[in-house]
Each structure stands twice: as structure tokens, then as C-alpha cells.
Antibody, heavy 117, light 110 residues
Framework: EVQLVESGGGLIQSGGSLRLSCAAS????????MSWVRQAPGKGLEWVSVVYSDNRAYYADSVRGRFTISIDNSKNTLYLQMNSLRAEDTAMYFC???????????WGQGTLVSVSS | QSALTQPRSVSGSPGQSVTISCTGT?????????VSWYQQHPGKAPKFIMYDVSKRPSGVPDRFSGSKSGNTASLTISGLQPEDEAEYYCCSYVGSYSVVFGGGTKLTVL
């Protein structure tokens, strides 16, 4: 059974850093495309970043230069290193597996990041 | 990249059909047949219900169907059931390995 479990969220001051983790089971993250999608409180979904199996990574304009996506094959885990955090980064962060047609078939339950100004 | 435009809310009675629109531009919805749809119940993770405009993932009832015309994609839910009440999001590829989501539509089953 495919499962994604995020962790690492919390309350952080503006300008601080946080690293989110997404532990995968039931499939290999290294053989798949993996993404982060966030949702601000009461708002819609916003794509954040994707990493491909060849380690190419792409970012939304709103986080490029501040966030870094990566994979640890030995732990079958996806990460999101978030630096220079801003109040507008406050959101629930979901990891998701990207499949055919740039769609997302499996999602984690999310981890909440709150940035205080 | 601006979010795709969805109606804030739609409603229908059990057994009826509703259609949720998702309007983009000639650079996203109009250019690529890579539109997907997600259902999200309150406090839950999104659920994958449509991809490549009109293809249903395994396990999604055929009451759900998708289509596209020009810069607008649509999700139609027929034979509405109480459990269909949720927020629905469309998503489109926009090039450069990036996607954009719609603002979401709240479906109320009356």
C-alpha cells in the first residue's frame, strides 16, 4: 500500500528555517517524481516544487531561491528545506507523488508550518 | 502564473448533475491536455479524481467525467450523492515542469 507521511512542521519566526520530511512506503521515491503542494489556511492549493528521478528540481516563483527539494534514497524520504521563511509561507504542506500528465495520485496528510512575523 | 478560475460554489440535489468549470488561458488549459481534478473534504488531503482532462483513476466512479473546450476545462458529477459534498480543485500543466491549481469550488449537496 502506498503511503506518504509528512513531518517537521511547526511554529517558526519570520526569517527562520525549517526542514520538512515526507516518508514514503509502498514505492520507491527515487523511481518517481515527487512534489510539495501547500495550502494556506482557508485557501486553495498551491504547487511548490517537484523533483524528478534524475534529480532535476523545479520551483514555484514564490519559493525559488529560498526552498530546496531533495530525496534521500536510503531512507525513501522526500525533503523540503525552507529558508528565509515569510508569513505568507504559513500553510499546510502536502507531499504528493506526481504521475502521468503532471497529476498527483497519492498525497500525504500534510504538516502545518506557521511563520510568525 | 495566476491561479485558474473556478466558481466559488455550486450546488445540487441528490441525484442531479452539476458541472464545475475551470478557466485558464491559451498558455495552460488551452495549450495542454494535462488537466487534473482533486476532491478535498474538510481537514483531509486532496483525492485524485481525474487526469489528462477526462481520464478517471482506478476506483473513481464513472459518475465523474471531465471535458475541455478551448481554455476551459469542466468536471461533471452526475447522480449527486451526499458524500460528493467537498471542495474541488482543477490543476493544469503550464510548461517548464510547473503546474497551477484553480482557486477551488465548494460543492454543496442540498
Amino acid at each position: 500500500e502506498v503511503q506518504l507521511v509528512e513531518s517537521g512542521g511547526g511554529l517558526i519566526q519570520s526569517g527562520g528555517s525549517l526542514r520538512l520530511s515526507c516518508a514514503a512506503s509502498g514505492f520507491s521515491v527515487s523511481g518517481n517524481y515527487m512534489s510539495w503542494v501547500r495550502q494556506a489556511p482557508g485557501k486553495g492549493l498551491e504547487w511548490v516544487s517537484v523533483v524528478y528521478s534524475d534529480n532535476r528540481a523545479y520551483y514555484a516563483d514564490s519559493v525559488r531561491g529560498r526552498f530546496t527539494i531533495s530525496i534521500d534514497n536510503s531512507k525513501n524520504t522526500l525533503y523540503l528545506q525552507m529558508n528565509s521563511l515569510r508569513a505568507e509561507d504559513t500553510a499546510m504542506y502536502f507531499c504528493a507523488r506526481e504521475v502521468v500528465g503532471y497529476s498527483f495520485d497519492y498525497w500525504g496528510q500534510g504538516t502545518l508550518v506557521s511563520v510568525s512575523s | 502564473q495566476s491561479a485558474l478560475t473556478q466558481p466559488r460554489s455550486v450546488s445540487g440535489s441528490p441525484g442531479q448533475s452539476v458541472t464545475i468549470s475551470c478557466t485558464g488561458t491559451s498558455s495552460d488549459v488551452g495549450r495542454y491536455n494535462y488537466v487534473s481534478w482533486y476532491q478535498q473534504h474538510p481537514g483531509k488531503a486532496p483525492k485524485f479524481i481525474m487526469y489528462d482532462v477526462s481520464k478517471r483513476p482506478s476506483g473513481v466512479p464513472d459518475r465523474f467525467s471531465g471535458s475541455k473546450s478551448g481554455n476551459t476545462a469542466s468536471l461533471t458529477i452526475s447522480g449527486l450523492q451526499p458524500e460528493d459534498e467537498a471542495e474541488y480543485y482543477c490543476c493544469s500543466y503550464v510548461g517548464s515542469y510547473s503546474v497551477v491549481f484553480g482557486g477551488g469550488t465548494k460543492l454543496t449537496v442540498l
